[in-house]
């Protein structure tokens, strides 16, 4: 088989991972006792590998916070400064299959969810999320109220949640994902209705089980509407872990920001990072004293949603959400459809009725994001240079990535002597077809 023949196949079978996984909530566990590799001086953040000079405020602040929290060290300065000498070392949360949104720090003693699929064999995790609050851990805030809050998760509100998934044999991710499709999510930044059905099926558990201070394990996930993200986190990690381990594939496996750099990574290079300059997320502001200047750029894992074929993916599947960044439902409409231009599969439980019941596209090809000059769209929530939380709304993925991770696939896949000529007639096909379909290609 040539080449061309085994990339074909080899995203086939990436494509056949995202649409067939079925990633199941198995339980939750301290860090370091499930994600291999993971160290007690270990801790991990969002995007892309950074320099430690480079690393953001917020980011600095969460990292310090997860090192008192550990034990590492008594203060965030005495922490601060064992980073700088190594002693404590930062790693990009990705690398392990691990999400952390935002500024999230997770370090090896912090509970994280961990999701199994039990089709293709892949795990991912990510820490729980921390609730509605603007002042956590995730926006680059610690103080002694925050800290509180971490050892409260840690010591009841993480067993519990346990205790109730265990109970329920596991919870079905794509179950939750099927029964909220046409109910206005995007499951990024808008989960409502996702986050509301796996609320009832964690309270109604934890209705029948014996676990400390269970009122206020019930009372916290009852006010917080966007618990599902980093569930859906974890569960898209488990499934872009599966699809990592396939060769020649050159659809994308991983993306994320560190607040400098955005990331993206290819099934054929595993956890290998091709950066650009980090996008803004433009849209509303949650003050109206904020501007650009304030905000970091992108900043978070939780766009491995969009990988999964959520999020900006499937904005169609939320209008509400589009309207409230300035957009309309033909925009919602079309961010979908250009995001179907450059993807090789479509879902088959997010099946929106105002889209004729097409399913959400997943499995983004490079070769068609660089040939046919068509970015995908990315949701999040946007933070502010000195900590918290500046809005929300929407970015194009920088196309910069999109052509290092080309060259780089083709590095790892081509001999070197077929390297210039191989690449440039992939993309060159690629481009007639562009033209054939009537969309711009790249001159």
């Known amino acids: 088989m040539d080449i061309r023949g085994k990339i074909e196949e080899a995203n086939r079978k990436v494509t056949e ?14 860090a370091i006792d499930v994600i291999p590799g993971m160290e007690k ?8 590998p950074i320099a430690v000079k480079d690393i953001t405020i917020p980011v600095r ?3 310090c916070g997860a090192a008192v929290h550990e034990g590492l060290a008594k203060t965030p300065q005495e922490a601060w400064k064992m980073v700088e000498m ?5 790693d990009s949360a990705q690398n392990y299959n691990c999400g952390c949104s935002a500024a999230m720090a997770t370090s090896a003693g912090m509970p994280v969810i961990v999701c199994e699929d039990p089709v293709y064999g892949g ?7 921390p609730g509605n609050s603007p002042k956590v851990l995730r926006w680059g805030f ?33 179950n939750v994902l099927a029964r909220t499709a046409g109910m206005g999510d995007e499951n990024h930044n808008r989960l409502f209705a996702s986050s509301m059905f796996l609320d009832l099926e964690l309270i109604a558990r934890l209705a029948k089980v014996g676990v400390p201070r269970r009122d206020e394990v019930i009372g916290e996930l009852a006010v917080n509407d966007r618990f599902f993200l980093h569930v859906l986190m974890a569960a898209a990690e488990s499934v872009t872990a599966a699809a990592k381990k396939v060769p020649f594939s050159t659809v994308m496996v991983g993306m994320g920001g560190n607040g400098i750099e955005f990331g993206i990574q290819v099934a054929a290079t595993g956890n290998q990072w091709y950066t650009a300059q980090a996008p803004l997320i433009l849209g509303s502001f949650l003050n109206p004293t904020y501007t650009v200047e304030d905000m970091l750029g992108y900043l978070g894992d939780s766009c491995v949603t969009e990988v999964y074929g959520l999020g900006g993916m499937a904005a169609v599947s939320s209008p509400a959400y589009v309207r409230m960044t300035g957009g309309t439902l033909e925009d919602a409409r ?6 179907r231009t450059v993807s090789l599969g479509e879902h088959t439980f997010n099946q929106v009725p105002w889209d004729d019941f097409r399913g959400s596209p997943v499995a983004i090809d490079i070769r068609k994001v660089v040939a046919l000059n068509t970015l995908p769209i990315s949701h999040g929530g946007s933070g502010l240079k000195r900590g918290g939380q500046a809005g929300a709304g929407s970015c194009e993925l920088p196309l910069e990535c999109f052509k290092k991770a080309l060259w780089g696939v083709a590095e790892e896949i081509l001999p070197q002597e077929l390297l210039p000529e191989e690449l440039t007639a992939e993309t060159g096909q690629m481009a007639e077809t562009a033209e054939t379909e009537k969309m711009p290609a790249e001159a």
């Open 41 to 48: 001086n270990k801790i991990l953040v969002a995007g892309p």
């Open 61 to 63: 602040t969460a990292v």
């Open 86 to 90: 190594g002693e404590i070392i930062i």
């Open 123 to 129: 795990v991912g995790y990510a820490p729980i999320h």
């Open 142 to 174: 610690y103080d002694e109220e925050i800290e509180a809050h971490l050892r409260w998760f840690r010591d009841y509100y993480s067993v519990a949640l346990d205790e109730a998934v265990r109970s329920a044999g596991g919870i079905d991710v794509v």
């Open 17 to 30: 991972i995202f649409t067939k996984a079925r990633p199941v909530w198995t339980k939750i566990a301290p």
């Open 334 to 339: 079309e961010r979908t459809n250009r995001a």
